[in-house]
C-alpha cells in the first residue's frame, strides 16, 4: 500500500483534493501540499482544520515549491516520503513533475495536459507531444503514472471505457458534454485559472470524426442538448485533451466535446479574443513594458477560487453514446450532475473544482490500494472502469445511466 | 508677425498640422517637428516632401524630444527660433510644453485638455484644475495660449460664440454634436490615442444644465439625430472639454455635448471597462510585473494612424443652438463636414486627425498675423470667431448654418 500524499498546487482544485485526502487519511497516511505560494498552502491547511476534515489524527503539511525545478521537486517527494504525487498545479509543471516522480519511484498523477506556455493547440493527438514520450521511461522505472485524472478528462474517460467493455457491440460515436448551469453573480469568471481556461478556446477545434482529425474554429459549430437536470443547454464543439487520448485507445469512429457557453461568455471572449487580448504572445507598451496580454486579463479577473461563496447551481457532465448491442442500436447517456453550494460547503470549493479534483483523489485512493497501481504510463480509459465509479460514488460523484426513459443510478 | 512654429507630437494630428504649416510656410517660416520618437517625426518630414506640401523652399526638420522636460523643451524652442508652439503631443505634456512657452516668450496652443495619467475626470470646471492657475502667468509674461483649438474644442466653441454674438439675443442651450459616420474597416479600433479615447469615457458624464453641473453615467442617455449628410445618428450624452470652458464664458443655462457610437463600440467599451481593462490603475500579474490594463489594451489596439489608408465615410460635427432672436424662438445648426478620404489624400491622415489639425494650424496662422495674438490665456470662445471661421473655410474645413429647411454656408 502506497503511503503519503504530495499535492502539487493551491488552487481550487487542489483545495478539493487536500480536504478528500484529509478524509481519508487512513489510506493516504501524511498529506503534503506544496505550490509557489507557501500561504496559498497554509490557507488550505487551515481550511482542512477548519472543516474538521482529518478522518483520524495525522500530518498535513505546507510547503513552498517551484514545481519547474525537478532537483527542488525530487528533494521534497524524499523529504516528505511521499509515495504517490497528486499534481493539480499549472499544466505547465506537469513535465518537470513526471520527471521527479520518474527519478524517485513515486506514482504520478495528473487532472490536464500538459502545455509549453508559449504554444497553445500543437499537433495531435496532444498527449504524443510530451507525455507518451515518457512511456518507456516510466515502464522501465515501474512508475504509475495516470494522465489526465480529474472529470473530463478522467471520468469521461472511465465513462466511454465501460460503455465500450458493458454497454455496446460497437460504439458509433461519443459526444462528452461538459454544461455548467451554476451561477458566479459576477459580470464574468472563469471557473479555472483564465489562462488556462482561455487557452482551450483560442486554437483550433480539434475533433475526431469518422476516424479522422477534424479542424472547426471555436463557437463554429453549436448544438443545444435536453440535459438531467440542467434541462436545455447550448454547447459548442470544443477542442479538449481527452480526444487526443480516447480516440488512440478506443475503437470508436467519431469523438467529440462539447462544452456550455452562454452568450455572455462568448461575447467577452469575442471581444477579448478578437483585440488579441487572449494573446500568449508579449506585446510592447508604449513605454517600452513587454507583457504578454493574457496574463493582465487574467490579473483583472476574479480568482476562481474567490466565486465559491456565492456559486449557485449545478453542473451535468457526461457521456452521450451511440452504437449498437445485440444488433439493435442504442443510446445511452453516462452522467453526473454536481452542486456548486454542496460542493462548497462541503470542501470550500466550487462545483468545477469538486468535479475535477475528487476524481484525482479517487484514483489515488485506487494507486494505495493497488487496482490502479499500473506501474507504467496510462491514460484513464485504460485501466478499469468500474472500481473507479463505485468509489467516486461513495466519496461525492455519483454515476447515473439514463436510457429513453430510464434514468437509474449506476451500480 | 511671428514665425517658426514647433509642432509637438508625432502622431495622426501632428501630421495634419505639419503639411498644413507647410502649405502656409510663407506665413510660417520655418517648421521644427518634435516628438520623443524622432523617427515618427522623420516619417511626417517625408511625407510633406512626398506630398509636395511645402509652399515655398524652407526649413522642416525632426526632433527628438521629451516633452516633459521643461528645460529640454525650452532648449529646442530656443535653438529652433520658434515664436508659435502647436501642442498636440500627449495631453499629459500640456503643462511642461506650457511652461517652456511662458519661459521663452513663445505663443503656445493645443487641442485638449491637461491631464494627469493617474486621474480620470477631476472637478468642474476641468480648466481650473492645471490650465487656468496659469492665466497671471500666462498674462504677466505677455504670452498667448490658446487652449484647445482642435475642432472639438476649438471650432464648436467658435459656433457658440458666433451663435450668441449674432444669431441670438438670448440662448437656452447648446449641444454640441459629434458624429463620425466613417468606416475604418477594421474589427474595432480609435480614431486616436485609445489611451485618451477611454479615458473621456470611463469617468462620470458631467454636463452643464440649468446652470448646474450634472452628473450622468457613460452610455446613460442616448439622443438619436437626423443631421445633415450623415443621417440618422444615435448618440450618447459624453462628458467633454468644451463644456468646461463654455459654461464659464458664456451665458447659456445648458450645454451638452453628445457623441455618436455605434453597438459594436459600446459592446467593446462595455466589455472592457467592466472586466477592469481600461483602468490607469496599475494591476499585478500572477508573475509580479506591475502593468496599468489600459497601456496594453492600447498596444493591441491598431495605430490609429494606420487606419487613415482604408478610411471612408464622413463626419459631422456642429452645435445645435436654441433660443430666441426679436422675441421668437430660434433653432440654427452650425456645422461642418469632413471627408475621411479627401483628408487622407490631401494630408495622410484620416478625418478625425483632420479635423483635429487643421484648426489647430488656423489658430496658429491668426497668432501670426496678429489678429489671435492675445498675450494671455484664452480659451477660443474668448476670441472674435469670423476671423478663424473664414480662414478654416479657405484651408479646408468649411462652415455651414442649417435653420429649418435652408442650409447654407458660412459666410
Redesign the interface.
Known amino acids: 500500500m502506497k503511503k503519503n500524499v504530495l499535492v502539487i498546487g493551491a488552487g481550487g482544485v487542489a483545495q478539493v483534493v487536500a480536504h478528500k485526502c484529509a478524509q481519508n487519511n487512513d489510506v493516504f497516511g501524511d498529506i503534503h501540499i506544496a505550490s509557489r505560494t507557501a500561504e496559498k498552502c497554509r490557507q488550505i491547511v487551515a481550511s482542512v482544520h477548519e472543516k474538521k476534515s482529518l478522518k483520524g489524527p495525522g500530518v498535513i503539511e505546507a510547503h513552498e515549491l517551484d514545481a519547474m525545478d525537478v532537483e527542488a521537486t525530487k528533494a521534497l517527494i524524499q523529504k516528505a516520503g511521499s509515495r504517490i504525487v497528486i499534481n493539480v498545479g499549472s499544466p505547465f509543471v506537469n513535465m518537470t513533475v513526471l520527471s521527479a516522480c520518474i527519478a524517485t519511484g513515486a506514482a504520478y498523477l495528473d487532472t490536464a495536459i500538459h502545455e509549453d506556455p508559449a504554444k497553445v493547440c500543437e499537433s495531435a493527438p496532444w498527449y504524443a507531444n510530451y507525455e507518451w514520450k515518457r512511456r518507456e521511461e516510466c515502464a522501465k522505472a515501474g512508475v504509475t503514472a495516470i494522465l489526465g485524472a480529474g472529470f473530463d478528462p478522467g471520468v469521461v474517460n472511465a465513462y466511454a471505457r465501460l460503455a465500450v467493455d458493458d454497454y455496446f457491440d460497437t460504439v458509433d460515436s461519443i459526444d462528452i458534454i461538459d454544461i455548467n448551469a451554476g451561477s458566479h453573480g459576477r ?2 469568471a472563469t471557473n479555472f485559472d483564465p ?1 488556462i481556461n482561455f487557452r482551450e478556446f483560442t486554437g483550433r477545434v480539434m475533433t475526431w470524426q469518422d476516424r479522422e482529425w477534424k479542424i472547426n474554429k471555436m463557437f463554429e459549430v453549436r448544438k443545444d442538448w435536453d440535459l438531467p437536470v440542467v434541462g436545455k443547454s447550448p454547447s459548442y464543439l470544443t477542442g479538449h485533451d481527452e480526444i487526443h487520448s480516447l480516440s488512440q485507445h478506443l475503437d470508436v469512429p467519431t469523438i467529440r466535446f462539447w462544452m456550455g457557453f452562454g452568450d455572455h461568455y462568448i ?2 471572449f469575442t ?2 479574443n ?4 487572449l ?1 500568449e504572445q508579449p ?5 517600452g ?1 513587454e ?3 493574457l ?7 476574479p480568482d476562481p477560487s474567490s466565486l465559491a461563496p456565492g456559486y449557485t447551481g449545478k453542473t451535468c457532465i457526461g457521456d452521450l453514446v451511440k452504437g449498437t448491442k445485440d444488433g439493435k442500436s442504442r443510446e445511452v447517456f453516462i452522467y453526473n450532475v454536481a452542486d456548486h453550494k454542496e460542493a462548497y460547503e462541503e470542501v470550500g470549493s466550487q462545483g468545477i473544482s469538486y468535479t475535477a479534483g475528487v476524481p484525482a483523489v479517487a484514483a489515488a485512493m485506487l494507486i494505495a490500494s493497488g487496482e490502479w497501481d499500473a506501474k507504467k504510463m496510462v491514460n484513464v480509459e485504460e485501466l478499469p472502469p468500474r472500481p473507479f465509479l463505485d468509489l467516486l460514488g461513495r466519496i461525492g460523484l455519483p454515476t447515473r445511466v439514463k436510457e429513453g426513459e430510464s434514468d437509474q443510478p449506476f451500480a
Chains 1, 2 share one sequence.
Request: charged share 15%; aromatic share 8%; proline share 4%.
Open positions: 459580470y464574468f489562462e461575447n467577452v471581444v477579448l478578437s483585440l488579441g487580448l494573446s506585446v510592447t507598451t508604449a513605454e513594458l507583457v504578454v496580454p496574463k493582465v486579463v487574467k490579473a483583472v479577473l
